[in-house]
Every structure is written in structure tokens, then in C-alpha cells.
């Protein structure tokens, strides 16, 4: 059994930047890790994903450029580094892991219970 932990939600202001943290328990060897996020009235959305090895990264098209994803395998942690942030980022953020490369919420084998993220314009 894995257990997911965000932490670093907030309020911000437009333009600012915020990092995500997710802390893993329990055996994540050769999962992919990522963020999901989903906003009110909205279906949950694939935001990043990272390989075990960090070598692969992938992202939405909606944060390509300004979002940052990394992995500390040792301390068994995924970071989210989010710049540039808009009004529409703003949603609960997931943390996530899977056995296999996907950007379905379908696929996910574990999540976290979401840190929620508001950019005031």
C-alpha cells in the first residue's frame, strides 16, 4: 500500500509561483509519479508525470513551460514547482502514482487527498 501526501497549497496573486511537495509511504520502486488537478465543474485533469529515473518527464499543454516536476527517490518525495501562475490554475492539486506512463486519471493506482491551490487575479 502507498499513501500520498500534498503539501504547499495557498492563495496567491497572479504571476506568483508556489512549489508542491508530495510525500510517499510505503514501496513506490518503479512507479511513475505525477499531478492531476481539478477545478470546480470541471473533470479531474492530467498536469505532469515524472519516471522513475526522472528521465522522462511529461506535461499539459496548459502548464508546458511554466510547471516544473521533480523527484527526490531517496526521501521518496515529488515536487511540483509552479511559476507564472494564472487565475485558471487554480483547483485542487493531486498527487498521484501509477505502474505505467498515463495522463487518464483512469489509470492511477494511488492518490493523495489534494492541496488546494486559489490564484486571484
Known amino acids: 500500500q502507498v499513501q500520498l501526501a500534498e503539501s504547499g497549497g495557498g492563495l496567491v496573486q497572479a504571476g506568483d509561483s508556489l512549489r508542491l511537495s508530495c510525500a510517499a509511504s510505503g514501496r513506490t520502486f518503479n512507479y511513475q509519479m505525477g499531478w492531476f488537478r481539478q477545478a470546480p465543474g470541471k473533470e479531474r485533469e492530467f498536469v505532469a508525470r515524472i519516471s522513475w529515473s526522472g528521465g522522462v518527464t511529461a506535461y499539459a499543454d496548459s502548464v508546458k513551460g511554466r510547471f516544473t516536476i521533480s523527484r527526490d527517490n531517496s526521501q521518496n518525495t515529488v515536487l511540483l514547482q509552479m511559476n507564472s501562475l494564472k487565475p485558471e490554475d487554480t483547483a485542487v492539486y493531486y498527487c498521484?502514482?501509477?505502474?505505467?506512463?498515463?495522463?487518464?486519471?483512469?489509470?492511477?493506482?494511488?492518490w493523495g487527498k489534494g492541496t488546494l491551490v486559489t490564484v486571484s487575479s
Open positions: 498521484a502514482a501509477s505502474r505505467g506512463a498515463t495522463r487518464s486519471p483512469l489509470d492511477i493506482n494511488y
